[in-house]
């Protein structure tokens, strides 16, 4: 991950991405950025977990991979819209340039996301490894530590949103993996993009409970896992 240089690319929803020359990678999908942080993460983890706690709050949500900071926006959208608190944690050791997350506008996606467009700017002008409130309803502690090395809260959801397996493998090993899952609470939910078979094997022998859902626009599956209460 030594190569940072990035390029801002429109993936196939209209939405932008960043894309890393240096090991061909993108913080995306190329078939919707957008559609598949929703799909993946707001719908498939965020509402789904609500769905099954819909008195339990604040909602504590763990993120492995900032990024461009849109999965935290969507959050925090989906927070003040519902009027939910949410305490959001995210990792990310290699923070964007200003001159890139500037480029960036998600808010073109819908009419109804205008209203919140400061809220992006916000979430990436804010202090890292500094728990602070974002908006009424949500409150973001973002750190430049490592996975390895970080001080893992208890979460209710855990977006792993990490580059593949492929691109970062040391993300994605059991130990590592152990880490983020003995760090939920029983009852939470593990998402994320990736549908590799060898994932799901490890999530399944540390007690987590698969079930299948389909993937974003381009893809077959995702992964999601439950901790057992």
């Not at 993936?11 to 559609?35: C, F, K, M, Q, W």
């Not at 040391?170 to 078979?197: H, I, Q, R």
Request: charge should be negative; charged fraction near 20%; aromatic fraction near 14%.
């Amino acid at each position: 991950m030594k190569d940072r240089a990035t390029k801002i690319i429109v993936t196939e929803d209209g939405s932008p991405s960043v894309y890393l020359p240096g090991i061909n990678e993108s913080y995306h999908s190329t078939n919707g950025a957008y559609r598949e942080s929703v799909h993946v993460f707001i719908l498939y983890g965020l509402e789904a977990w609500f769905s099954r706690n819909p008195g339990k709050f604040p909602i504590r949500v763990f993120e492995v991979g900032f990024g461009t900071g849109l999965n935290a926006w969507l959050s925090l959208i989906w927070s003040e819209q519902y009027g939910v608190p949410v305490l959001y944690h995210s990792l990310e050791p290699f923070p964007l340039a200003e001159e890139v997350f500037s480029n960036l506008d998600y808010s073109a996606m819908d009419e109804s996301l205008f209203h919140f467009r400061p809220y992006f700017s916000k979430l990436h002008h804010m202090a890292w490894d500094k728990g602070q409130p974002v908006s009424e309803f949500f409150n973001l502690k973002k750190d430049t530590t490592p996975l390895q090395d970080s001080q893992l809260y208890p979460s209710d959801i855990v977006f792993f949103d990490a580059f593949s397996p492929k691109k970062q493998p040391e993300l994605w090993e059991p130990e590592v993996l152990k880490l983020v899952v003995d760090s939920m609470n029983p009852g939470g939910v593990f998402v994320t993009y990736c549908a590799a078979s060898k994932l799901k094997r490890t999530l399944a022998s540390m007690g987590l409970q698969l079930d299948k859902v389909p993937g974003p626009p381009g893809k077959k599956e995702m992964t999601r896992a439950w901790k057992l209460e």
